[in-house]
């Protein structure tokens, strides 16, 4: 798995760079948060403005809206492919990453599933829409995975020897599929939904 490019962080542990570009600074324990002020400076500032695009579209799932299939699968796809970017078979993980991350996107949409178990998805098929509650669940989800793969970029950074620590990478690994899943199977259901309820009420 490989994570540096998100923010723009590098797993150099000799010499760091100093914001006006200097080198000298050795990674010890004492100065860890000074490369964690460097680290922060330095992240490109596409990241920031992926934060505020989830955030955005976070804001929007939180009200009570009408929205076509084809814009429903919009965040799912998008954050499907913010984990995948994360994903590599040369890591310790070997080809059986693919399996982890599977493995974690199933119980992820499984439990999005049952937890929007509750929720009457309202379907217009004339309009080609779906009507949707508001929820605070993408929001959570969105900033969640980009959290996650921020702290990833930077633990793997500072301390490069976690790259092969198999626990956390089956952790970090099982963890992106789980948060990518959750957006799968809510989707998934409003799909079901679609398909197989009775009664197209919405007017």
């Not at 982890?100 to 509750?118: E, H, M, P």
Request: overall charge positive; glycine content about 12%; charged content about 10%.
């Amino acid at each position: 798995m490989h994570f540096a490019p998100f923010c723009g962080i590098s797993s150099h542990r000799g010499p760091c760079p100093a914001p006006g570009g200097h080198s000298g600074l050795t990674l010890t324990r004492t100065t860890e948060p000074i490369m964690m002020q460097q680290i922060i400076s330095h992240t490109p500032l596409y990241v920031w403005a992926v934060l505020a695009l989830l955030v955005y579209r976070g804001l929007l799932a939180s009200r009570d809206r009408e929205i076509s299939l084809k814009k429903l699968w919009i965040m799912p796809v998008a954050m499907l492919g913010l984990s995948l970017s994360s994903m590599s078979g040369n890591g310790v993980l070997g080809g059986g990453v693919w399996g982890v991350w599977a493995a974690g996107l199933l119980a992820g949409a499984a439990l999005a599933w049952k937890l929007d178990g509750g929720v009457r998805i309202v379907v217009n098929r004339a309009a080609g829409t779906v009507f949707q509650r508001g929820s605070w669940l993408p929001l959570a989800l969105m900033v969640a995975i980009f959290v996650a793969k921020y702290a990833v970029a930077v633990v793997t950074a500072m301390h490069p020897e976690t790259r092969h620590n198999f626990l956390f990478m089956l952790a970090v690994t099982s963890g992106f599929g789980l948060l990518s899943g959750m957006f799968i199977g809510r989707a998934a259901r409003c799909v079901a939904a679609w398909l197989f309820q009775s009664e197209p009420v919405m007017a």
